[in-house]
C-alpha cells in the first residue's frame, strides 16, 4: 500500500536549518508531485510547495521563496523540504502528501526552534 | 492566491446530528476543491476531491457539494468518531487551505 514516511523530530537553533525527508513507497514516485505542508502548534494548514519528480520543476508558496528549498532523489523514492535561516516562528509539524489529491500522508515531523 | 474562507470556525453538535460546513473561494474554482480530516496529533485525510467525490473508505454519511466559489461539506449522522478539525484546500491554482472548522461534542 502507499505509504509516505517521515524523519523524525528536530530542535534546531535560531539561524540553523534543518533538513526533512518523505520516503516514499507502494507506487511509483515519479507518477505524482509531492507536496509539503506545515502546521504550526494549535493552528491550521499551510501549503507549502510542491516538487513534480517527473519534470523536475518545483513551487514554492510566496511566503517560503527564498527560505525553503525543495527537493528529491528518484533512487530512493524520497523527496525533502531543508528550511534555512530558522526562526522560533518556524516551529511547527511539517507534513509531506501525495498528489494533485493529497490522498496520502506522511505521519509529520516536529520541528522545534529553541535557543 | 485564492483565498479560502471557510466556517463556521467551530461549532458543537450531539451524536446524530447533522452538520454543514462551508468554504468560499475568492474566484472561480471550478470543482477543484477537496475536504480533509484531521484528529488531534495526526495528519489529515483525505475525505472528498472534485468538490463531491468520496474518497475510498470514506463513509457515505460524508458528502459534499458546490462549485464555483462556494462549496459544502456535510455529514449526516454525526458519529462519535466524527469529531475533528476539517479543511478544504482549493486545487485550482497555488494552492490554500480553508482556516479549519473544529467540530467539538455538545
Known amino acids: 500500500q502507499v505509504q509516505l514516511v517521515q524523519s523524525g523530530a528536530e530542535v534546531k537553533e535560531p539561524g540553523a536549518s534543518v533538513k526533512v525527508s518523505c520516503k516514499t513507497s507502494?507506487?511509483?514516485?515519479?507518477?505524482?508531485?509531492i507536496h509539503w505542508v506545515r502546521q504550526a502548534p494549535g493552528q491550521g494548514l499551510e501549503w507549502m510547495g510542491w516538487?513534480?519528480?517527473?519534470?523536475?520543476?518545483?513551487k514554492a508558496a510566496q511566503r517560503f521563496q527564498g527560505s525553503v528549498s525543495l527537493t528529491w532523489d528518484t533512487s530512493i523514492s524520497t523527496a525533502y523540504v531543508e528550511l534555512h535561516s530558522l526562526r522560533f516562528d518556524d516551529t511547527a509539524m511539517y507534513f509531506c502528501?501525495?498528489?494533485?489529491?493529497?490522498?496520502?500522508w506522511g505521519q509529520g515531523t516536529l520541528v522545534s526552534i529553541s535557543s | 492566491d485564492i483565498q479560502m474562507t471557510q466556517s463556521p470556525s467551530s461549532l458543537s453538535a450531539s451524536v446524530g446530528d447533522r452538520v454543514t460546513i462551508t468554504c468560499r473561494a475568492s474566484?472561480?474554482?471550478?470543482?477543484?476543491l477537496n475536504w480533509y480530516q484531521q484528529k488531534p496529533g495526526k495528519a489529515p485525510e483525505l475525505l472528498i476531491f472534485?468538490?463531491?467525490t468520496l474518497h475510498s473508505g470514506v463513509p457515505s454519511r460524508f458528502s459534499g457539494s458546490g462549485s464555483g466559489t462556494d462549496f459544502t461539506l456535510t455529514i449526516t449522522t454525526l458519529q462519535p468518531e466524527d469529531f475533528a478539525t476539517y479543511y478544504c484546500?482549493?486545487?485550482?491554482?497555488?494552492?490554500?487551505f480553508g482556516q479549519g472548522t473544529k467540530v467539538e461534542i455538545k
Open positions: 484546500l482549493q486545487t485550482y491554482g497555488t494552492r490554500t
Open positions: 474566484l472561480n474554482i471550478i470543482t477543484y
Open positions: 502528501a501525495r498528489g494533485s489529491s493529497f490522498d496520502s
Open positions: 507502494g507506487y511509483t514516485f515519479i507518477d505524482y508531485y
Open positions: 516538487i513534480n519528480p517527473k519534470t523536475g520543476a518545483t
Open positions: 472534485g468538490a463531491s
